[in-house]
C-alpha cells in the first residue's frame, strides 16, 4: 500500500513538474537547463512530502511574477537583463523592484549597482520570507497530524523565515557590493558586471560575480537559519 502512494506521488510529481516547466519555459521564466535541472527537482520535493512541493512552487511562482516588476527599467540599465527575468539552473532571481535610486552603505549608487539596498527591497525580502513561512505551516497543518502545543510551536517559523529573508538579503547586498565588480559603461549607457576599456568602476572586488554571490548568501543564510531552528525546536 504505501509502495503504491509512493508510485503514484511520483507519476503526479512528474506530471505536474512538466506542466510547470513548460509554461516557464514558453513565458521565458526559465532556460532549458532551468528545465532540465527544475523537473528533478520538483519530483525530488515533492516525494520528500507535499509542504516541500508547496514550499517550492510557492517560491517559484512569487519570484517569476514579482521578477517581472520593472521590466522595462531593467532593460535599460542592466547589461544582463533576460527577457522574463529568465534563468537558468545556477541561478535565482528575488530581487523585486528596480528604483531610481539605491542606497550603498552610506551612499548613493546608480541604479542596477551591485549591492545596493532600498527599504522596499529590504521589507519585500522580509515579506517574502514571512508567505514561504506561512505556507510551510498552513500546508504541513493541513497534511499532518500533530499535538495542539507541536502545532502551534509551528508558527514560530514565519517569523523565523521572515528574519532569514531580510538577512538573506542583508548578505546578499553586503558580498555584492564588497567582492563583486559593478561597473559603468560609458559606450552602453549601462552598469555591467565586468571590467573593460569603456567601464568605469563603480565599486566591489572582481571575486564573485551574480551565480557566486547568491550561491554564497544562500548557503550562509541557510546554514543560520538551520542552527536557529535546531535551538528553537
Not at 28 to 52: C, E, N, Q, W
Not at 53 to 65: D, G, M
Request: include cysteine; proline fraction near 1%; glycine fraction near 10%.
Amino acid at each position: 500500500m504505501e509502495m503504491d502512494s509512493i508510485q503514484i506521488r511520483f507519476a503526479v510529481s512528474l506530471v505536474t513538474s512538466f506542466l510547470i516547466a513548460a509554461r516557464a519555459f514558453k513565458r521565458k521564466s526559465v532556460d532549458l537547463s532551468g528545465v532540465l535541472t527544475g523537473i528533478p527537482v520538483m519530483v525530488i520535493h515533492m516525494l520528500a512530502g507535499y509542504r516541500f512541493a508547496a514550499l517550492l512552487l510557492v517560491f517559484f511562482f512569487t519570484a517569476s511574477k514579482l521578477t517581472r516588476v520593472g521590466e522595462e527599467r531593467k532593460r535599460n540599465i542592466d547589461a544582463e537583463f533576460k527577457e522574463g527575468g529568465q534563468r537558468n539552473w545556477y541561478s535565482k532571481e528575488y530581487e523585486v523592484l528596480v528604483v531610481i535610486f539605491q542606497l550603498h552603505f552610506d551612499q548613493t549608487v546608480r541604479k542596477g549597482t551591485n549591492g545596493g539596498v532600498t527599504i522596499d527591497g529590504l521589507l519585500a525580502a522580509a515579506a517574502a520570507g514571512c508567505v514561504i513561512g506561512l505556507a510551510f505551516v498552513l500546508v504541513g497543518l493541513l497534511t499532518t497530524e500533530c499535538a495542539g502545543d507541536v502545532a502551534w510551536r509551528q508558527f514560530l517559523i514565519i517569523p523565523i523565515a521572515s528574519a532569514a529573508g531580510f538577512c538573506g538579503s542583508m548578505m546578499d547586498s553586503l558580498l555584492g557590493a564588497t567582492l563583486q565588480f559593478s561597473g559603468y559603461c560609458t559606450l552602453r549607457k549601462k552598469v555591467v558586471g565586468k571590467q573593460g576599456p569603456t567601464v568605469i568602476k563603480i565599486s566591489g572586488m572582481n571575486i564573485l560575480d551574480n551565480n557566486g554571490v547568491n550561491a554564497v548568501s544562500v548557503l550562509s543564510t541557510t546554514l543560520v537559519t538551520s542552527i536557529t531552528c535546531l535551538y528553537v525546536f
